[in-house]
């Protein structure tokens, strides 16, 4: 489960698609299977919470990592990388990294 807090030493991947609303769940399975599969094997993974819009036009991919150096070697990984291309295939992507500021409960 991820823990967010603005004192907990982790990037966080914002990564949202766009996605045709036909094609949102098949978007939500690859991402899912992605990281079942590879996504949180790698070094540095911390979580991963994958979000529907209820729109059924974007999805939202929010993933801890245990650092900047952890996610780039992410991206240097030939699975992780397949997977990635999957996803750009079906959607368009805008990431970005992030460091938690403030949490208020």
Not at 6 to 34: G, K, S, W, Y
Not at 38 to 51: D, E, K, Q
């Amino acid at each position: 489960m991820p823990t967010i807090s603005a004192e907990r030493p982790v990037v966080t991947l914002i990564n949202v698609f766009d996605v045709e609303p036909e094609r949102q769940q098949d978007l939500v399975e690859l991402l899912v299977q992605a990281t079942d599969k590879t996504m949180r094997h790698l070094p540095g993974f911390v979580s991963a919470s994958i979000h529907q819009s209820l729109d059924a036009r974007r999805v939202a991919n929010y993933a801890q990592w245990r650092s900047t150096e952890d996610f780039k070697r992410m991206l240097q990984n030939p699975e992780a990388q397949d997977h990635m291309n999957r996803a750009t295939k079906v959607a368009s992507a805008e990431p970005n990294l992030y460091h938690v500021v403030s949490v208020h409960e």
